[in-house]
C-alpha cells in the first residue's frame, strides 16, 4: 500500500513537470511567433519601386529579418495593405500625395504614412533632347514625327490617368499605348539608337536619365505634378515591428544615390545590385534602424 501511495506521488510530480514544461514550451513558442523579425513588402514593377524594396531586403536581411517580396499592380497594393487581415506591411513607392490621390481617396484612412523613400518624385511627357520641341503644346503640329503615339506604362499607374487627361486638356491627336515600364524603356532606347522622335510617359527618379540624355516636355496647363515616393504601412504595423518600423520612417534617399542604387540593379540584377550597394553603403542604411 505505501509502495502504491509512493508511485502514485512520483505520477503526479512527473505529470506535473510535464505539464509545467509543456506550458513553458507553449508560452516561449507563443513569444518567439510574437516576435519572430518578418517583413513582408509589397512593390510594383517600377525601376525605383525596385530598387526601394530590394535595398529594404538587403538591409533587413543582414539584421536577421526574414523579408517576403510581392509584386502587385499598384491598385491591388493599397487595396490588399488596407485589409484587417493583410499579408503585406508595407509599400515604399507611393506617389503622394498628387499622382495616387485616387488610391489614397480609397484607401488612406486604412493606412499609415511612415516616411519618404525620395523627397523628389516628378512626371511628366519625356522626348530625347534631340528632339526640337519643348512644349506638350507643340506635339499635334509634329504629330506625324511621333506617329500619333504617346508610349505609356500599365493602365494603374496615376501617370497614365494623368496622361488621358493631358490628350484631353491640350487636345492632343494621339494614343496612349499601355505597356509596362521595361517596355517604354525598350521603345525609347531604340528610338535613340535610330534617332527617331519618341514620347513616353516618364517620371524621376528612374535609371534612364543618367543613361539618356532626356528632357521633360513642359506642361503649362500643370497637369503633371511634384510628389514624393512615400513610404505607407498596414494599420498596427509600427506597434507589431517598431524596429522595422523605425528602419522605414528613416528610409531616404537623394538623387544621386539612388541613381547609383538603380543603375547597379539594372547591371547586376536586383538582389546582387541592391546588396553591393547596401554592402558600399552600409554606414548610412544601418543608421536608419535606429
Known amino acids: 500500500m505505501l509502495k502504491l501511495r509512493k508511485l502514485g506521488i512520483l505520477l503526479g510530480v512527473a505529470l506535473l513537470t510535464v505539464s509545467v514544461s509543456s506550458c513553458k514550451n507553449g508560452e516561449k513558442k507563443k513569444e518567439e511567433g510574437e516576435n519572430k523579425k518578418e517583413v513582408s513588402i509589397f512593390y510594383p514593377n517600377w525601376s525605383e519601386g525596385v530598387a526601394f524594396t530590394y535595398l529594404a531586403k538587403a538591409a533587413l536581411e543582414s539584421h536577421d529579418y526574414e523579408v517576403t517580396l510581392t509584386n502587385l499592380a499598384p491598385g491591388l497594393i493599397y487595396g490588399e495593405l488596407s485589409k484587417d487581415d493583410s499579408k503585406g506591411d508595407v509599400f515604399l513607392d507611393a506617389w503622394l500625395p498628387n499622382t495616387h490621390k485616387d488610391y489614397w481617396a480609397d484607401y488612406g484612412d486604412k493606412l499609415v504614412v511612415l516616411g519618404e523613400a525620395f523627397s523628389e518624385g516628378t512626371t511628366g ?22 506617329k500619333g ?63 539618356n540624355d532626356l ?73 536608419w534602424m535606429k
Open 149 to 211: 503615339e504617346i508610349i505609356g506604362i500599365g493602365g494603374g499607374a496615376g501617370i497614365h490617368a494623368n496622361t488621358v487627361k493631358a490628350i484631353d486638356l491640350y487636345g492632343l491627336d494621339y494614343e496612349q499605348i499601355t505597356s509596362s515600364g521595361p517596355a517604354m524603356v525598350a521603345s525609347l532606347e531604340k528610338a535613340i539608337r535610330d534617332k527617331e522622335w519618341i514620347v513616353v510617359t516618364g517620371w524621376k527618379p528612374h535609371f534612364k536619365w543618367s543613361q
Open 215 to 287: 528632357k521633360y516636355l513642359k506642361d503649362p496647363k500643370g497637369v503633371y505634378p511634384k510628389d514624393a515616393c512615400t513610404i505607407i504601412s498596414r494599420r498596427g504595423f509600427e506597434e507589431d515591428k517598431p524596429e522595422a518600423a523605425t528602419f522605414f520612417k528613416n528610409f531616404n534617399l537623394k538623387e544621386g544615390q539612388l541613381a547609383e542604387l538603380m543603375t547597379a540593379i539594372k547591371d547586376k540584377g536586383e538582389e546582387a545590385g541592391a546588396t553591393e550597394w547596401y554592402e558600399a553603403n552600409k554606414v548610412l542604411v544601418d543608421s
Open 125 to 146: 511627357l519625356v522626348v530625347p533632347t534631340y528632339v526640337t520641341i519643348n512644349s506638350i503644346e507643340e506635339l499635334n503640329a509634329n504629330k506625324d514625327k511621333f
